[in-house]
């Protein structure tokens, strides 16, 4: 089946700084990849969908590329402040119209902790 | 927004216990979720459900039950629970097959069993 590996597991920056966190998979069919962030005390929270591969996706104080030639997905925190200082997860959905496409697997997460 | 809650929050059992924990999502989704959440595994899929009496078996569905009684709730059950059964367990719940949304996360329930 799908394996997802994501990496830093930790992450430490200073405030202003950029932080990477890169995730890789190794099903090329799959279709739909997602980053969540959990903070403290909460469930996950959306922070984007994509599934065009290659594309760069902006949003508010972030970038997301999806590589699939590489099988790369990765998460660019550009100018980090405290408040980006949670737990980052990536996650991957099967391929589409397969059994699997309701299901995501998820990285195992990376800490990141951005310091004043 | 969807809206997925979940109770407990907290449960502290004893090794062999019966644990049940709930969820309700308010957003008429199909698809229903429980995930585990330990350190160095990210989230892996216990069991899923796209409507009221189906279920489907996850990625490490051992020592586990579930039950989906209406479309609104989903029950994850520890029949006789164990200590490495100790985790953070997330409820969670998307939109129809072939439209693959955004899974909604609850607030979570912290597991302890002693």
């Known amino acids: 089946g799908e394996q997802v590996e994501q990496r830093p597991p930790h992450l430490s920056v200073r405030e202003g700084d950029s932080a990477v966190i890169i995730c890789t998979y190794t099903d090329p069919n799959s279709y739909y990849f997602f980053w969540y962030k959990q903070e403290p005390g909460a469930g996950l929270q959306l922070l984007m969908k994509?599934?065009?591969?290659?594309e760069i996706n902006e949003g508010q104080g972030f970038t997301v590329l999806l590589n699939k030639k590489d099988k790369q997905l990765s998460l660019n925190l550009t100018a980090a402040h405290p408040g980006d200082s949670a737990v980052y997860f990536c996650a991957v959905s099967g391929p589409l119209l397969s059994g699997s496409f309701n299901k995501l697997t998820f990285g195992a997460g990376t800490r990141l902790a951005v310091c004043p | 927004e969807a809206a997925v809650t979940q109770s407990p929050r907290n449960k502290v059992t004893v090794t062999g216990g019966n644990v049940t924990l709930s969820c309700r999502q308010t957003?008429?989704?199909?698809?229903m979720y429980w995930y585990r959440q330990d350190t160095g595994h990210g989230l892996r899929l216990i069991h899923y459900s796209y409507g009221a009496g189906n279920l489907q078996i996850g990625d490490v569905p051992d020592g586990y039950k579930a039950t989906r009684t209406t479309q609104e709730d989903f029950f994850l059950l520890l029949e006789l629970a164990s200590p490495s059964q100790t985790s953070l367990y997330f409820c969670?719940?998307?939109?129809?097959?072939?439209?693959?949304?955004?899974?909604?996360f609850g607030p979570g329930t912290r597991l302890l069993v002693l």
């Open positions: 994509v599934f065009s591969s290659t």
């Open positions: 969670a719940s998307s939109d129809e097959l072939g439209n693959q949304d955004t899974q909604y």
């Open positions: 957003n008429s989704h199909n698809y």
